[in-house]
């Protein structure tokens, strides 16, 4: 069944807790903002098809590494839960591995740029901007002291949204569009 009725009077549960808790509490919160990046990032899967930045690190399409990184968004929000589940170095450092080989192909930075270009990178940026929010969420409940995360669950937010920068400005970079700076007048 897909509604309970447990949720009418605006609580929740989660994972191995037996109180309900305010569905705006910080941890609803948390627990929504992943929920958030996860379901966007599924746009971006369905819309990337099979699209390949061909990184000298991989050689899968960016959909396969999305879907990776959505099994992740499911760990993170497991452990945020109270689930015995964490995320890993390794995890952190795949994704170091793809934001490198991404800058490899593209230019150096040299400024902040207009979001904007083509399609998958104007949903790329605002993943990334979701991806911050989440990353936010998370780290006030943590600061909290409501929740307790591994070391890399923290590390891991942060390099999502850098991938989904490089992602944005790579886009951008096939489809030969020129990264615009602001202009600040």
């Not at 998958?120 to 943590?142: M, N, P, Q, Y």
Request: hydrophobic content about 40%; glycine content about 8%; proline content about 2%.
């Amino acid at each position: 069944m897909l509604y309970t009725r447990k949720g009418d009077t605006g609580t929740t549960k989660t994972f191995g807790c037996d109180q309900r808790v305010s569905k705006s509490s910080s941890i609803a919160e948390a627990l929504g903002s992943l929920d958030e990046i996860n379901s966007f990032l599924g746009l971006i899967k369905v819309k990337a098809g099979k699209v390949k930045f061909n990184l000298p690190v991989t050689e899968i399409t960016v959909s396969e590494i999305i879907n990776r990184i959505q099994q992740d968004l499911f760990i993170i929000q497991a452990e945020l839960a109270g689930a015995g589940k964490t995320i890993t170095a390794e995890k952190v450092k795949w994704l170091e591995e793809i934001i490198d080989g991404i800058e490899k192909i593209l230019p150096p930075i040299k400024t902040f740029f207009v979001a904007g270009g083509v399609e998958l990178a104007t949903l790329s940026d605002i993943a990334r901007t979701i991806a911050r929010r989440a990353e936010r969420r998370v780290v006030g409940v943590v600061d909290e002291g409501k929740v307790k995360v591994g070391k890399d669950t923290l590390a891991y937010l942060n390099r999502l949204s850098s991938v989904l920068y490089a992602f944005a400005r790579s886009f951008n970079h096939i489809a030969n569009i020129q990264e615009e700076a602001p202009k600040y007048n």
